[in-house]
């Protein structure tokens, strides 16, 4: 499949986490001929590459947390999952712990969801607070207070937070784990094909019969009767000029993501913190001497992108100021000097909902995996298997207990609760 006119089972737009993990499952479940075609120079160049990839199980709703359980449960036991000798997702588990403010009445709906899934989470006292994560402050106060402190006002009261521990989260290698779900892909006879961009897609009767490449060497033709668009926040263009537009508003855009070196000596462990009273996520990356930090608040996820391919990809200097002095009150640990660095990437966000779509389209053949939202990296493993079932009617590696239709284009509006951060 490398050049002229050729034949595919699929062809699958997208060499992020989506479209590897649509490639590995549906060459599990026997569709072998697969092209993965990937406009970038590797596997990760969209939003996967910029991603702080964070694995957690909380979730708004029941089907949504299940996936996630069942995504983290791929990534305990990913070479097994992958079938592959040597892997590089590089799963980490410190956990993963939510504060949310003292008066926050959302804690008891999410400890039932949490039995109901099967998720080990546990509500800390104040002793175990102190014993497993000395480095916090629980009582950090909120954005406002901060900002009334340092304009010379009176001290806040303690805000002593409620804390929720996900025993089982972390994070893992964004990239690696595409690689490895595309490796397991191509172990199955799959191909992939890089600097290469699908411009068009081709039907008859409503049907979908190939796809146009733009390579360095001009134009080709590859016959499909299936075409899977895992083209991120680029799907919306490819479904506008295919003329099949999702009846979901799917919007690009930016989000922002700061660094931090340091060089000082934790006094314990440090989670994945999701932190609901001041408003900023963090985690350490793998090496453990720098973190990794964003917002989770719903404005900071508003920024729309008209062309992915041209915008800021740095963080505002503003942004970039405020996070981190979160980080200070929450982690009072870490000094306010040290090397800074930041970056932006793309959400694909569903402003319906916050949920992706996992359906075929008007135009038979031609299906999205689209929307993630600030989800997808977490979810991806199972993503591509939901994918799999709606495509041929069976699973492909291992059988989701997700109803295959969760993800349909013409759902109701799925409910979630903290403004769609978490979702
Ligand atoms: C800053 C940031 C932090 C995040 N943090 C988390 C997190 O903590 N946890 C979590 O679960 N999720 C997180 N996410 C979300 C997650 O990373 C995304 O949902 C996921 O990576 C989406 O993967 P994708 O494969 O759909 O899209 P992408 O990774 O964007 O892949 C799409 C690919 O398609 C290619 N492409 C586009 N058009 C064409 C074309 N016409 N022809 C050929 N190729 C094409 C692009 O080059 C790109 O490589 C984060 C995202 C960002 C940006």
Redesign the pocket.
């Known amino acids: 499949m490398a050049g002229g006119n050729t034949a595919a089972d699929a062809v699958i737009?997208?060499?992020?986490?989506?479209?590897a993990s649509c490639a590995m499952h549906l060459a599990s479940a026997g569709l072998r001929k697969l092209l993965v075609?990937?406009?970038?120079r590797g596997v990760?160049?969209?939003?996967?590459g910029?991603?702080?990839?964070?694995i957690r199980q909380t979730y708004s709703n029941y089907e949504v947390s299940l996936m996630a359980k069942e995504a983290l449960g791929c990534f305990q036991n990913w070479r097994d999952f992958v079938e592959l000798p040597e892997t590089r997702a590089n799963f980490i588990a410190p956990g993963v712990l939510f504060l949310f403010r003292k008066d926050d009445q959302g804690l008891a709906s999410i400890l039932e969801l949490h039995r109901r899934v099967g998720i080990r989470s546990t509500v800390l006292s104040g002793g175990d607070k102190a014993r497993m994560f000395p480095d916090l402050d629980f009582a950090a106060a909120p954005p406002e207070e901060v900002a009334a402190l340092e304009a010379g006002g009176a001290e806040p009261e303690p805000h002593e937070a409620q804390a929720l521990f996900e025993h089982d989260g972390g994070f893992a290698d964004?990239v690696g784990t595409a690689e490895d779900m595309l490796d397991a892909a191509r172990a199955l006879g799959a191909q992939a094909r890089f600097n290469?961009?699908?411009?068009a897609i081709g039907h008859q009767g409503g049907r979908v019969t190939g796809v146009t490449l733009a390579t360095a060497g001009g134009a080709e033709r590859v016959s499909t009767p299936l075409v899977i668009n895992?083209?991120?926040?680029?799907s919306m263009g490819?479904d506008a000029a295919v003329g099949f537009p999702l009846p979901h508003e799917l919007v690009a855009t930016r989000?922002q993501?700061v660094t931090k070196h340091f060089g000082e000596k934790l006094k314990g462990p440090l989670p994945v913190m999701a932190d609901m009273v001041t408003g900023f996520y963090g985690r350490l990356e793998a090496g453990g001497r720098q973190v990794v930090l964003?917002s989770v608040l719903e404005e900071d996820e508003r920024e729309a992108v008209a062309d992915p391919d041209d915008y800021n990809e740095v963080a505002d200097a503003p942004f970039r100021e405020r996070i981190l002095t979160l980080l200070h009150h929450r982690v009072p640990t870490f000094k306010t000097r040290g090397r800074v660095s930041s970056y932006a990437?793309?959400?694909?966000v569903n402003r319906v909902d916050s949920h992706p779509i996992i359906d075929e389209s008007e135009l038979l053949g031609y299906y999205n995996?689209?929307g993630?939202s600030?989800?997808?990296?977490?979810?991806?493993p199972i993503a591509g298997n939901l994918l799999t079932y709606k495509v041929l009617g069976q699973w492909g590696r291992g059988k989701s207990e997700v109803p295959p239709g969760f993800f349909a284009r013409d759902r109701q509006p799925l409910t979630t609760h903290w403004g769609g951060v978490i979702a």
């Open positions: 737009v997208g060499a992020g986490v989506m479209g075609v990937e406009k970038g990760g160049s969209g939003s996967t910029r991603s702080t990839a964070i964004p290469t961009a699908v411009t895992c083209a991120g926040p680029w490819l989000i993501v964003g990437g793309l959400y694909t995996v689209n993630w600030g989800h997808g990296f977490k979810l991806s």
